[in-house]
T-cell receptor, first 112, second 115 residues
Framework: QKEVEQDPGPLSVPEGAIVSLNCTYS??????FMWYRQYSRKGPELLMY????GNKEDGRFTAQVDKSSKYISLFIRDSQPSDSATYLC????????????FGPGTRLSVLP | GAGVSQSPSNKVTEKGKDVELRCDPI?????LYWYRQSLGQGLEFLIY????????KSGLPSDRFSAERTGGSVSTLTIQRTQQEDSAVYLC?????????????FGPGTRLTVL
């Protein structure tokens, strides 16, 4: 079993849909949970990070962490074609980048 | 300001050749990371530099891989005697190091193809 599991997709949704992206993990020591967006031929960019459990909202994006289930989610409301990208989850027991464990990413297409 | 830059953007090489990949981090960032991204795989940590400290090389997959960082700024990742399984996108990231969350800023990557 991989430490971080993520459905690779591809996931296609119509413009305006609510998108739900998810990751599961096995290491209960993870405390930092991140979501990155990666456009084609570009490096990942940080969308949101959450420390420990709970929800965090930023505009159309909401990140949820359920440590009891070892499950994290990213919701995108009113999805736009510009949201089409690969979304990577990452998690770590601490704030040190060399300990980050990344999921393989979910490829999302938002169709106009 | 300028972000993290990497060169070359694409590199095609023959099996057995050596390659050098370059990373220019954001000015003032003391931490620098190298990752490898293979198709369908998550980012794989390779090596981490922080200031003048000894680098964390725990992610390097074999002794064919090495990296250096000169003057606390530019970094070069060298792969000797390349193999086909080395084909991947090599990403560099830099960050400040402080008590709060240290966001990593990624470069666009170097796409390496070993024939």
């Amino acid at each position: 079993q991989k430490e971080v599991e993520q459905d690779p997709g591809p996931l296609s949704v119509p413009e305006g849909a609510i998108v739900s992206l998810n990751c599961t993990y096995s290491n209960s020591a993870f405390q930092y949970f991140m979501w990155y967006r990666q456009y084609s031929r570009k490096g990942p960019e940080l969308l949101m990070y959450t420390y420990s459990s709970g929800n965090k909202e930023d505009g159309r994006f909401t990140a949820q962490v359920d440590k009891s289930s070892k499950y994290i989610s990213l919701f995108i409301r009113d999805s736009q074609p510009s949201d089409s990208a690969t979304y990577l989850c990452a998690m770590s027991p601490d704030n040190y980048g060399q300990n980050f464990v990344f999921g393989p990413g979910t490829r999302l297409s938002v169709l106009p | 300001g300028a972000g993290v830059s990497q060169s070359p953007s694409n590199k095609v090489t023959e099996k057995g050749k050596d390659v050098e990949l370059r990373c220019d981090p954001i000015s003032g960032h003391t931490a620098l990371y190298w990752y490898r991204q293979s198709l369908g795989q998550g980012l794989e940590f390779l090596i981490y530099f922080q200031g003048n400290s000894a680098p964390d090389k725990s992610g390097l997959p074999s002794d064919r891989f090495s990296a250096e960082r000169t003057g606390g700024s530019v970094s070069t990742l060298t792969i000797q005697r390349t193999q086909q399984e080395d084909s991947a996108v090599y990403l560099c990231a830099s960050s400040l190091v402080s008590g709060s969350y240290n966001e990593q800023f990624f470069g666009p990557g170097t796409r390496l193809t070993v024939l």
